[in-house]
């Protein structure tokens, strides 16, 4: 490995854990959605990394075409910013909706007291909750299996702002090889450090016992969810 190919590959790792680390996007959500949706471990940090790895991908074919056809650096800039107003508002758009979709559930999951009266002089009461009471199994199923599949479609069109113009275009001037070893290692760092923070922070959150806030986790992960895309579209 030469001098520029080893100095590119520090900096492509660098890059990789820093621009994670900056981008609360790129690990709030998942660290929500597994809080409110009871995902476990696993499924958690499997989920993380099919995200990761198409926010990574994307970026990559894109920065392979334009190092390949010799496109202006400029319109690949451009392109890559296209996608992150485009990623953002998708952010927005899931968070928004999750979040409403999570007040009313947290409506109708309500403790709420049910008088019968059977005759003049027997009656009872009882308390219940109807998601707990009247919720159906492949109706739950079917929401769960929405949430992963939005964040991929998001994290599809977010762009990784720093790979192309910083790393794999100085690593063309010496080959397709540099270029993979960069891209790799890249995408290797952001991936571990997307599923590190997740699954950290995720313990922490899981931890602390939110009892009274229990039935609105969905509309606080939405809630959530919507304030990244608004902190990404906005600069905030």
């Not at 958690?44 to 995200?51: D, E, G, S």
């Not at 508002?89 to 009313?104: E, P, S």
């Not at 002089?121 to 909750?129: A, C, G, T, V």
Request: glycine letters at 8%; aromatic letters at 10%; hydrophobic letters at 55%.
């Amino acid at each position: 490995m030469d001098a520029t190919l080893g100095a590119l590959t520090v900096t492509a790792a660098s890059l990789g854990f820093i621009h994670t680390i900056m981008g609360p996007d790129h690990y709030l959500p998942f660290v929500m959605i597994s809080w409110a949706r009871r995902w476990s471990a696993v499924r958690t940090a499997v989920i993380t990394v099919l995200c990761g790895l198409g926010h990574i991908a994307s970026s990559v074919v894109l920065g392979l075409i334009g190092v390949w056809l010799g496109l202006v650096l400029k319109r690949l800039t451009i392109v890559e910013s296209f996608r992150g107003a485009i990623a953002a508002w998708l952010l927005i758009a899931f968070g928004l909706v999750y979040f409403v979709w999570g007040l009313r559930r947290a409506y109708r999951n309500q403790l709420h007291e049910h008088r019968h009266l059977h005759d003049r002089d027997l009656h009872h009461s009882h308390e219940h909750r109807h998601d707990q009471e009247h919720a159906h199994v492949h109706n739950g199923r079917s929401r769960a299996s929405i949430a992963p599949w939005a964040l991929f479609v998001v994290f599809v069109f977010g762009p990784c702002e720093v790979l192309i113009p910083m790393l794999m275009y100085p690593a063309a001037t010496s080959g397709w090889f540099s270029v993979a070893v960069v891209t790799a290692v890249f995408g290797a760092v952001t991936i571990a450090t997307m599923v590190g923070v997740v699954l950290l922070m995720r313990t922490g959150v899981n931890f602390v016992r939110l009892s009274s806030i229990e039935r609105f986790a969905h509309a606080i992960a939405g809630a959530t969810i919507c304030l990244c895309g608004l902190a990404i579209q906005f600069g905030l």
